[in-house]
């Protein structure tokens, strides 16, 4: 399987935008990206997911490098409850069990 | 949006009693499941892969045995720790994937096993 890196934590203030990034060098070609958050004691939520084009949707927007080695989760506007482990994952399809490196904490303070 | 519940959310049990987890989509039909493992401060571990009407896949070093499935129907999945013992107090994730297409997975709430 592709591996992605990303930093271990982040910290971001309130109502700022936050840019979580990810390195997957070796993704290819049928590889999907997706993010996943994991508040904690819960299960994992899905964020958002893409292939090759940037993708917006009501809680991110995603940011695709041209050769796709490298990719940005957006948050627009940080709150206190965006405060989250944030994983990025590779997958052919969702038919794939997910592997959940260990993602970026992300810190939100007010 | 599609949802998934587990049930129950957590357990407490003695050390060689047997525990099962429901695990269910409720809004889709889901042709895979997967069963996640996760121990405090860890990343979540796949534990199996299971599909309606099969036999479950599991992951190298997790015991088929301990850890039964069974996927009896397109809505739901369960897993059963027989003879629990301390060490597998866990969080404890489902997540399943639509039956028709979409490139992800929606996850369950999970469940906290304690067994002392």
């Known amino acids: 399987d592709a591996k992605t890196t990303q930093p271990n934590s982040m910290e971001s203030n309130e109502e700022e935008p936050v840019h979580l990034p990810c390195n997957h060098s070796?993704?290819?070609?049928?590889?999907?990206i997706h993010w996943y958050r994991q508040l904690p004691s819960q299960g994992p939520e899905y964020v958002i997911h893409?292939?090759?084009s940037n993708v917006n949707n009501r809680m991110a927007s995603l940011a695709i490098a041209e050769d796709r080695k490298s990719s940005t989760l957006i948050l627009h506007r940080a709150t206190l409850r965006d405060a989250a482990v944030y994983y990025c994952i590779l997958s052919k399809d969702s038919g794939y069990a997910l592997n959940f490196g260990k993602g970026t904490s992300l810190l939100v303070t007010p | 949006g599609a949802v998934v519940s587990q049930h129950p959310s957590w357990v407490i049990c003695k050390s060689g009693t047997s525990v099962k987890i429901e695990c269910r989509s409720l809004d889709f039909q889901a042709t895979t499941m997967f069963w996640y493992r996760q121990f405090p401060k860890q990343s979540l571990m796949l534990m199996a892969t299971?599909?309606?009407?099969?036999?479950?896949?599991?992951e190298q070093g997790v015991e088929k045995d301990k850890f039964l499935i069974n996927h009896a129907s397109l809505t739901l999945s369960t897993l059963t720790v027989t003879s629990a013992h301390p060490e597998d107090s866990s969080f404890y994730i489902c997540?399943?994937?639509?039956?028709?297409?979409?490139?992800?997975?929606?996850f369950g709430p999970g469940t906290r096993l304690l067994v002392l």
């Open positions: 070796t993704i290819s070609g049928t590889d999907y």
């Open positions: 893409g292939l090759t």
């Open positions: 997540s399943a994937k639509r039956l028709a297409g979409l490139e992800t997975q929606y």
């Open positions: 299971s599909n309606e009407g099969s036999k479950a896949t599991y």
